[in-house]
């Protein structure tokens, strides 16, 4: 499978999808915390997907989403963005608001 079907599977498949360095349990860095800090804060489930374990992938996601940079999160589908977005949307409510209306 190429790694964009793989990409386009995985963010198709989940609600919420974080590509990362490293795993929601262990964040390898510090863009990559603030994401499961506040994606934890949110309290939805979410998948969390280490880059570092897969160069194709670390790649192939920055070519999917056309953004430079990691962590990268996807919403029902959609690119949202990477920590400072995540983050500023977080702190205005915006992020909240993909998910009224339904339960967790």
């Not at 190429?2 to 919420?16: F, G, Q, W, Y």
């Not at 962590?71 to 998910?99: H, K, T």
């Given at each position: 499978?190429?790694?964009?079907?793989?990409?386009?599977?995985?963010?198709?498949?989940?609600?919420?999808?974080?590509?990362?360095?490293?795993?929601?349990?262990?964040?390898?860095?510090?863009?990559?915390?603030?994401?499961?800090?506040?994606?934890?804060?949110i309290g939805r489930p979410y998948v969390g997907i280490n880059v570092l374990d897969d160069?194709?992938?670390?790649?192939?996601?920055?070519?999917?989403?056309?953004?430079?940079?990691?962590p990268q999160v996807y919403v029902n589908g959609e690119f949202v963005g990477g920590c400072?977005?995540?983050?500023?949307?977080?702190?205005?409510?915006?992020?909240?608001?993909?998910?009224?209306?339904?339960?967790?």
């Amino acid at each position: 499978m190429a790694t964009s079907d793989r990409i386009k599977a995985l963010v198709s498949e989940n609600e919420i999808v974080v590509f990362m360095k490293g795993d929601p349990d262990a964040p390898q860095c510090g863009f990559s915390a603030g994401v499961v800090k506040v994606l934890d804060a949110i309290g939805r489930p979410y998948v969390g997907i280490n880059v570092l374990d897969d160069p194709f992938l670390r790649e192939g996601v920055k070519e999917y989403s056309d953004w430079p940079t990691l962590p990268q999160v996807y919403v029902n589908g959609e690119f949202v963005g990477g920590c400072d977005i995540v983050r500023d949307m977080f702190a205005s409510g915006e992020l909240q608001a993909l998910f009224a209306g339904e339960s967790a």
